[in-house]
């Protein structure tokens, strides 16, 4: 019942913390997914609905269009490490290492369309 009430109050959070964020970004787009680790689940962000859920194969790469926002939500239930790299239409790219337990992400708006890779799950970050 625990880890129930947990999940419930940190989804809760997350769906709290996209609407603030949709009610300061004016037209735009709002993708909601989420990363465990064996899933990827991708929710309607308005009826917070499952819209697909799909067995992680490797890396996951996502596609970011130029009005739309990603909330990344790494769930890996586990003190872990996630890669995540974010390459720009122009070639630009930036490669960050996010804790990937229970902690939630955005990319930026205003910048162009991107790709994010999202990377396997590690116990350790690489320095």
């Excluded at 009430?5 to 787009?29: G, N, P, R």
């Excluded at 990603?70 to 070639?91: A, E, M």
Aim: charged share 30%.
């Amino acid at each position: 019942m625990k880890n129930s009430v947990q999940t419930f109050l940190s989804i809760a959070l997350v769906f709290f913390a996209l609407m603030l964020t949709a009610l300061t970004i004016k037209a735009q787009d709002t993708t909601c997914v989420m990363i465990t680790l064996d899933e990827v689940i991708t929710f309607n962000y308005q009826t917070s609905k499952i819209i697909e859920r799909e067995p992680i194969e490797g890396i996951t790469t996502l596609r970011v269009e130029e009005d739309e926002v990603l909330c990344l939500h790494l769930r890996d239930k586990k003190r872990r490490f996630r890669d995540v790299t974010t390459t720009w239409d122009d070639g630009d790219h930036r490669h960050d290492t996010f804790e990937s337990k229970d902690d939630v992400y955005f990319t930026p708006h205003g910048f162009g369309a991107m790709w994010v890779e999202i990377g396997r799950s590690k116990r350790r970050k690489n320095k």
